[in-house]
């Protein structure tokens, strides 16, 4: 059963979805309108938005709105919020071009050969050139896997955000000062710093532990972001969010570009 098809209408506003990719799918943090918060792992995001099924509020921390070609510092959205974060402006990576994207997951090419291949599209499609890093090619296949669901289902209510700037926005529009990773791995401050604004935000975070990550297959942070995500979903609902940048800029297909908060 997916989370959609359990949502239900709550009594206090709708139930939202929060989204955020771990190892092999996604992580999906239901915050219902009785309060409740429900935490899944999905292998598709299209488990989650079922054609002709009820359709939830969503905020994703992925990319939405692919450049065809990318200056200095990315997305206008990228460039925008990055000042935001202080110390955490590493956390926002600059994507690709479209093109470059697509030749990365072009299965076609033989895989030892791929990420060379997608280097010198990103070489051709950027101002200044530039390659692309290890990690933001491991990202590509879910950028376009909510890029695939979005321009086959316009309008479906799914909004690009990201953690980070959730929590900013948590935190009285300041940057917070401690990471939740450090070389990689998990910082427990930083981490009980974010699930404490989460609390303060009226979430119940009883199950954000290692514990429940573990049985999920996934790590904590991955939680607590999707957790973040969802209390965005929520502002988006509730017509609260900010919009950066607002309006939002498109892209050749007419998705948004815009990181909401």
Same mark, same amino acid.
């Given at each position: 059963m997916t989370l959609a098809e359990v949502a239900g209408d709550g009594s206090g506003g709708p139930d939202v979805l929060g989204l955020d990719g771990c190892p092999g799918g996604w992580i999906a943090a239901r915050w219902s309108a009785s309060g409740d918060l429900t935490l899944t792992r999905v292998a598709r995001l299209t488990d989650l938005f079922p054609e002709g099924g009820p359709v939830l509020q969503a905020a994703i921390d992925i990319p939405i709105g692919l450049p065809d070609r990318v200056g200095a510092g990315g997305r206008?959205?990228?460039?925008?919020?990055?000042?935001?974060?202080?110390?955490?402006?590493?956390?926002v990576f600059s994507m690709p071009s479209r093109a470059t994207m697509e030749v990365?997951?072009?299965?076609?090419?033989?895989? *030892? =050969? $791929?990420?060379?291949? +997608?280097?010198?599209?990103? @070489?051709?499609?950027?101002?200044?050139?530039?390659?692309?890093?290890?990690?933001?090619?491991?990202?590509?296949?879910?950028?376009?896997?909510?890029?695939a669901l979005l321009r086959a289902r316009p309008g479906l209510p799914l909004a690009e955000c990201h953690p980070e700037v959730s929590f900013w926005a948590m935190n009285g529009r300041r940057p917070l000062d401690l990471p939740k990773k450090v070389k990689?791995?998990?910082?427990?401050?930083?981490?009980?710093?974010?699930?404490a604004l989460l609390a303060g935000a009226g979430m119940p975070v009883g199950r954000l532990t290692?514990? *429940? =990550? $573990?049985?999920?297959? +996934?790590?904590?942070?991955? @939680?607590?972001?999707?957790?973040?995500?969802a209390w965005t979903a929520r502002r988006i609902a509730a017509g609260t969010a900010l919009t950066f940048p607002d309006p939002p800029e498109r892209d050749r297909h007419g998705l948004p570009v815009a990181i909401l908060a």
């Open positions: 206008g959205p990228d460039r925008v919020v990055r000042p935001l974060l202080g110390g955490r402006q590493s956390s990365a997951c072009d299965i076609a090419i033989p895989e *030892e =050969a $791929r990420y060379r291949a +997608a280097c010198a599209v990103a @070489l051709e499609t950027s101002d200044p050139p530039r390659k692309i890093s290890r990690q933001a090619y491991a990202l590509f296949p879910k950028v376009l896997e909510a890029d990689g791995q998990p910082a427990e401050s930083g981490l009980d710093l974010r699930i290692r514990a *429940e =990550a $573990r049985g999920l297959g +996934a790590g904590l942070d991955d @939680l607590v972001d999707a957790c973040a995500c």
